[in-house]
Structures are given as C-alpha cells and as structure tokens.
C-alpha cells in the first residue's frame, strides 16, 4: 500500500506559477505510476498530468501542454506537479494517485490508480 501527501498548493494571481509535490511512503519499493487530478466545485475529476513508474513517459493534456509538466524522483519517492501561467480556470482541489505498475504506457483513467491522496487547494485570482 502507498500513502500519499500532496502539499504546495495555495493562492496565486493569474500567470503566476506553483509547483505541487506528493510524498509518497508504505510500500514504495514497487513501482508505481503516479497521476495528478483535479477537480473544480460542480465538476468531475480530470486528469491534468501523468507519467511512468520510471518516469520516462509522460502525458500531459493537450489543452494544458505547456503550461503543465509532471515529474518523478523515485529516490526521494516524490512526485511534482509543475504548473506556469496559471489562469482562473485552474482553481481546483488537486489530488495524486498512484498505481502499481511497470507499464512504459501511462495511466490516464481515474479508475487505473488504487491509491489517492487527500487533495491540496489551488485558487487563481487576481
């Protein structure tokens, strides 16, 4: 089992940047992929980012690709949600999720990752 803990969310003025990480503990000797998602007051949750067990491979939306990157360090067992040019439709409760899995494919449906963590508020308003 992998417990996951995101932190750096907060609020920022539109076209600024944040960075998000998630902490993963428990069993992280396995691989696991790792996905962030978001969700907006009314709205379903989405994928904005996600990326390999060894962080080769990565997906990002095409309507967030280049302004949103994901990384991994499977040393320090943290993920990162880089995030640039943030706009107010970004305000959301972002969450990372994470799955076993060795797949050079990334997991790109909610329902592919077992593991969640409990979401850190990002609000974008001038």
């Known amino acids: 089992q992998v417990h996951l803990v995101e932190s750096g969310g907060g609020l920022v003025q539109p076209g600024d940047s944040l960075k998000l990480s998630c902490a993963a503990s428990g069993r992280t000797s396995s691989t696991y992929a790792m996905g962030w998602f978001r969700q907006a007051p009314g709205k379903g949750r989405e994928l904005v980012a996600a990326i390999t067990g060894n962080g080769l491979f990565t997906y990002i939306p095409d309507t967030l690709k280049g302004r949103f990157d994901i990384s991994k360090d499977n040393a320090k067992n943290l993920g990162y949600l880089q995030m640039n040019d943030l706009k107010p439709e970004d305000t959301a409760v972002y969450f990372c999720?994470?799955?076993?899995?060795?797949?050079?494919?990334?997991?790109?449906?909610?329902?592919?990752?077992?593991?969640w963590g409990q979401g850190t508020q990002v609000t974008v308003s001038s």
């Open positions: 999720a994470a799955a076993y899995s060795s797949s050079r494919i990334t997991l790109r449906n909610s329902e592919e990752y077992y593991y």
